[in-house]
């Protein structure tokens, strides 16, 4: 860390992609705090106990973590010693800048473990609250209330700094043998380290920057039977003996429900006798255990408790304890926010720089314009051009695509209907958020006003769409209220409010006027800055949303003018785009966000919509081995998405899946478990639709990835089941290669596949039930085993450049909306049967017509000879009576007895009113012609009267 307690370690240097990350414990001192910030970035909860070789005087003059330490503490130079594992997190935390470190303290609370809270400075010994770390920080669970016999179980999910909760703060006076730390374990989770303590892997006796930090965890119940507690409950360490570190002590006791002391010994001559005595005079409960002594838990007074220690274990400690806690946090009416940390006056908040007040008041000036707005109407008042306006535009263009009719008048039609949209999205009055949006971000620091209007925007989209739930639940449960439920599903789908929104906003306004030319006289109007700073934010690596979730549409004019902005800047750079595909809730993003430290979880409350895309550099040292210069990754939203219909889930998902494997050089194909037959389905849509899109040149390749594996043996016991998967796939080309003639005999033509190398087993993501189960170090593991799969291939390609990859979304895109007909089937069998019945359905009319013309022919010379003066729609339908009923004898069969009758079933009903319907039409339409020609023949006779 040398040179960085001043110029700091900075985010968009550790999320560049580098050297792969060491699995193994021993590395040296150098690469000590780079290994544990990327393992911890792959949610490695197993980075805190890498061991460090020996170090010694002679090759650390220059070590700044060296000399952090020394600075920190007397070190004894002649005695050479581990690093401890603490040390190294808060040398990072202290090395890091602002960014970073908000990073890296939610990766932490992601892998259950606890959180600093008060901290030193290594300098001055002022005390700071990093407040601004834990602004991306969202906690779930349920509380649980007993009321006239009856449980009440109710779901709450929040940002940690909004969460009023008891806080129970430990401290120890003087020296202990029992560890603090491995008691307050027990206390939440004890099968896992929340507080690292003295007999964790790599402990040493002596720790330099962790005296005096007081670190916080939360525990958060599940609401089943075997919680420790019935609500949310915040746990706060301060590590060290809190004699020497008086300030912090004093400030968590202020803000604490409970207190609970460690002493070793309890008599009037200690120092220790003074502050115990203190904590008993004060109105805080307080639970005081005692080493040396035996005693059980007994009551001293109201609300003060005393625990004697001595030949227990820390079970028998904790059960004891738990129960204590919760009667007095429930009979306590002091609560705990991390917010209310900014307010007291004997510490300081990372929050007061000037630059991050700055990018909050900017932010907090937007978020007020939504104040006492309820949050499912936020979108239609602020952002009204991606709304009905929108979804309009993108109905009426995809029927561009399909005119019936008078091509050109139906054409004409509908430019008329898609530039009075366009006109309408100008109209819109005027948007004071995106007025105020572009204002700030020019004028503030980006960096800070962006995340700052991140973590707001979220906050009030999390306590909305929480809300909708809460009643959601309530209301499942009448049946009566189907109606309601509706309304409060698209209410939900309105509540989802996120930064993605409002650059979505910015594409239309941006979209309309560029399509109309709005251009006004003079100035330039704000809307033609609008991609510059779409196309600034995506080099800093902010995912930008490529194709609109709620539409399943990609703005193409706005898309095509962002990018080009970024080859301006960049200049064309060569990228080589990763995609992923998978089933709803396969744990894609997770995936992504663990591989590249990315933050693809755009919306608070909710799972990706439509498509993201994010540059990651690749860093100077691997830099010469690829011939690209950044990985751009795109994160979908998941197939068979349960609030699409039918027949819209099947055509959504095909053009969806076809457009994100066709853009990317690779795709992750994503299979929650071990059966891939959805994704196979998809796959089949994919390569028959690349085959029908002959103008598009493209050259994709897929890796299968197989999340939440649990069997070891996994890869080796599915060979079978692998090489079937084969099978079926290059099946299924053969016969769509076959419908489409074209020259490809197997799947890996079309989509490039290895059965021996591209299909890879994930560890299951949580190491027991969340929401306090941490990551499982496996699944880091497959993520790291992965991506270095993923560079190996990727060393192979050219990449494209940006410009290309550019034209080929065009390109792309423009040929899906082109292709209707095979988006609408589950799979290239279902359209081989489709066809086949079309054929069938084309002889059933054709015997239908042929007797028709038969009645036809025997009638005209009878109307001719005048015998025949008036057809009856009755006696020609008695006459193809038989021949219709004929018919309907093979159309059964054929539905019933077919070899694919469980795949036609589906049309069974369509098929056969569309006989009747041809019949019927039939009938009638010779009757129209038959009267048409007695009447002609009646006029003639008439004509050849008045001339006689």
């Excluded at 001559?269 to 005692?290: F, Q, T, Y």
């Excluded at 989802?496 to 109309?516: D, N, S, V």
């Excluded at 589906?906 to 129209?928: M, S």
């Amino acid at each position: 860390l040398q040179d960085k307690c001043d110029q700091k370690l900075f985010l968009t240097n550790l999320l560049k992609i580098g050297l792969p990350v060491k699995q193994c414990d021993i590395t040296s001192e150098k690469d000590l705090v780079r290994v544990f910030l990327q393992r911890l970035m792959m949610l490695d909860y197993k980075a805190r106990y890498i061991l460090v070789q020996q170090y010694s005087p002679d090759d650390t003059e220059e070590n700044e973590m060296y000399q952090l330490m020394k600075n920190s503490a007397n070190i004894d130079e002649s005695d050479p010693s581990h690093v401890h594992p603490m040390d190294v997190q808060m040398a990072a935390f202290h090395c890091s800048d602002s960014f970073l470190k908000q990073k890296m303290i939610t990766k932490l609370a992601e892998c259950q473990y606890a959180l600093p809270l008060l901290v030193p400075d290594i300098n001055t010994d002022k005390i700071e609250c990093p407040l601004w770390t834990f602004r991306q920080i969202t906690k779930t669970w349920k509380t649980t209330e007993i009321k006239e016999n009856a449980k009440t179980v109710t779901m709450k999910s929040m940002p940690i700094y909004k969460a009023q909760t008891p806080m129970v703060s430990f401290f120890r006076l003087g020296s202990m043998s029992l560890s603090k730390s491995q008691l307050m374990n027990v206390l939440i989770n004890n099968r896992h380290d929340t507080f690292f303590h003295r007999n964790c892997p790599g402990s040493t006796k002596s720790r330099h920057l962790m005296d005096g930090v007081a670190e916080i965890a939360w525990y958060c119940p599940a609401g089943k039977e075997n919680d420790f507690f019935t609500d949310c409950i915040a746990f706060c360490n301060l590590h060290g003996d809190s004699l020497e570190n008086g300030k912090q002590r004093e400030i968590l006791t202020e803000m604490s429900s409970v207190i609970v002391v460690l002493v070793p010994t309890l008599n009037n001559k200690d120092e220790n006798w003074k502050v115990v005595l203190e904590l008993m005079k004060s109105r805080k409960p307080l639970i005081c255990l005692i080493a040396d002594d035996n005693c059980g838990a007994k009551v001293i007074k109201h609300g003060k408790y005393q625990m004697g220690l001595n030949g227990k274990n820390y079970a028998d400690i904790s059960y004891q304890l738990k129960e204590i806690i919760q009667e007095l946090v429930s009979g306590s009416d002091t609560s705990f926010q991390l917010e209310s940390m900014a307010k007291v006056s004997e510490i300081g908040v990372d929050e007061d720089e000037e630059v991050c007040k700055k990018g909050k008041n900017a932010s907090m000036e937007i978020v007020e314009l939504f104040k006492e707005k309820d949050v499912s109407e936020i979108k239609d008042k602020f952002l009204p051009c991606q709304g009905q306006l929108w979804h309009d535009w993108c109905k009426i263009k995809r029927e561009t695509y399909h005119l019936k009719g008078q091509i050109e008048k139906e054409n004409l039609v509908k430019t008329k209907q898609l530039k009075e949209v366009r006109q309408k999205q100008c109209g819109a009055e005027t948007n004071r958020v995106i007025d105020l949006f572009t204002k700030f971000i020019l004028a503030c620091s980006t960096s800070y006003f962006i995340k700052w209007t991140q973590i707001l925007i979220d906050a009030v989209s999390t306590k909305g769409v929480s809300l909708v739930l809460q009643n959601y639940n309530k209301t499942w449960s009448d049946i009566d209220k189907q109606t309601e439920l509706e309304l409060l599903s698209k209410k939900l789908q309105s509540a989802t409010f996120g930064l993605e929104h409002i650059f979505r906003e910015m594409g239309q306004i941006y979209e309309a006027h560029k399509t109309l030319n709005k251009l006004s006289q003079g100035q330039k109007p704000d809307w033609t800055k609008y991609p510059e700073l779409a196309a600034d934010l995506m080099i800093s690596g902010h995912p930008i949303e490529l194709m609109d979730g709620d539409a399943g549409h990609v703005p193409l004019i706005w898309i095509s003018s962002l990018l080009q902005k970024v080859i301006n800047k960049l200049g064309d750079p060569k990228v080589f785009v990763l995609s992923v595909l998978g089933v709803q809730s396969s744990g894609k993003s997770t995936m992504l966000n663990a591989m590249f430290g990315l933050q693809f979880a755009v919306s608070a409350g909710r799972c990706t919509k439509g498509a993201y895309m994010q540059l990651v550099k690749l860093s100077e040292e691997i830099k010469d081995n690829y011939k690209f210069d950044y990985i751009l990754v795109v994160d979908t939203e998941g197939l068979r998405a349960l609030e699409l219909e039918g027949n819209a889930t099947l055509h959504h998902d095909n053009e969806l899946a076809t457009f994100v494997v066709g853009l990317g050089n690779m795709t992750l194909i994503n299979i929650f478990g071990e059966n891939p037959a959805d994704m196979q389905d998809v796959l089949q849509i994919v390569v028959q639709a690349f085959m029908r899109m002959k103008k598009v040149k493209l050259s994709p390749s897929c890796v299968f990835v197989h999340q939440n594996v649990t069997d070891i043996a996994a890869a080796e016991k599915n060979m079978d089941g692998k090489r079937r998967l084969q099978e079926k796939l290059d099946k299924m080309t053969q016969l769509a290669a076959k419908e489409e003639v074209c020259d490809v005999e197997c799947f890996s033509d079309v989509i490039a596949f290895d059965l021996q190398t591209d299909v890879k087993y994930f560890a299951q993501l949580w190491e027991g039930s969340p929401p306090m189960a941490p990551p499982n170090p496996g699944y880091s593991e497959s993520v790291q085993e992965l991506k270095s799969i993923i560079l190996s291939k990727a060393k192979q390609s050219t990449g494209i450049t940006l410009s290309h990859f550019n034209n080929k979304i065009q390109d792309l895109w423009n040929a899906l909306m082109n292709e209707h007909f095979v988006f609408s089937f589950k799979n290239t069998q279902e359209i081989a049967v489709y066809r086949k019945l079309e054929v069938q359905y084309g002889n059933w009319t054709w015997v239908l017509r042929s007797e028709m013309l038969n009645i036809e022919n025997q009638l005209y010379p009878r109307i001719e000879k005048g015998q025949l003066d008036k057809v009856e729609l009755s006696y020609l339908n008695k006459e193809m009576s038989k021949k219709y009923k004929e018919i309907t004898k093979p159309i059964v069969d054929y539905f019933e007895d077919d070899k694919d009758k469980e795949m036609l079933v589906q049309w069974r009903g369509r098929f056969e009113n569309k006989i009747k319907e041809f019949h019927e039409e039939l009938v009638r339409g010779v009757k129209r012609k038959l009267d048409e020609v007695i009447q002609q023949n009646n006029a003639r006779k008439m004509l050849d009267k008045k001339k006689t």
